[in-house]
């Protein structure tokens, strides 16, 4: 059979429009610790996740370090010694939390670790929480919700728990790919919603750009 160069071409684009994120974007996997980020000890309000730490956007969340300066968090890290906290400062000042890309065209999100306490993440101590936790996808170039997941977070220990995983590569994978943006919200907790910390460490996704 013999093909044009127009022919080759088309073919060419149709294969690469199908691919997911673009057959030849430049990828990159990455996993966000937290824990090489400069942080004022004490006041985490004040040290927010920069837009762009590895290639993302990180809405409403601080860093935080745990056992530092009388900061009892509740919760272990997964890694280090660092997180990203949402508290009720972070919620009346910076609204809801988000991760969206930012210096990339894209990202599918892999897993996290999550869990929550007591009033907020600023203050000198906080213990766990029982919640429940909603994964908000949005796909690139499209304005509606693909898919929302909930997940539930049971402390391990009354003073401090290990964090739990939030796993998007199984049967979720298809959903939380090819990212915009996706939201986080606490939607249920036994405290209450509003005065209940968000914590999350080590977020594994790979990224997407031209």
Known sequence: MHFTLA????????????????????TT??????DDLTTLPGAPELTPVPNGYDGLTWNSLDVLQAGVA???????PQSGNQV???????????GGVYIAADTVKSFDLSYLYFGCVVNTVESVASVPVACTVAFTAFQVGNSEAVATVNMQFNPTNAVVSKMTKADFSGQWFSDF??????????????????????????VAYKTYSS
């Open 7 to 26: 022919t080759a071409a088309a073919i060419l684009l149709t294969l690469a429009s199908a691919a997911p994120n673009g057959a030849y974007s430049k």
């Open 29 to 34: 996997s990455s996993l966000a610790t937290f």
């Open 70 to 76: 009388g900061i009892a968090t509740g919760l272990t």
């Open 84 to 94: 990203a906290a949402n508290g009720v400062t972070d919620q009346l000042t910076k």
């Open 177 to 202: 790919s090819n990212l915009e943006r996706v939201e986080i919200a606490v939607v249920e907790s036994a405290s209450t919603a509003t005065l209940t910390g968000l914590l999350i460490d080590n």
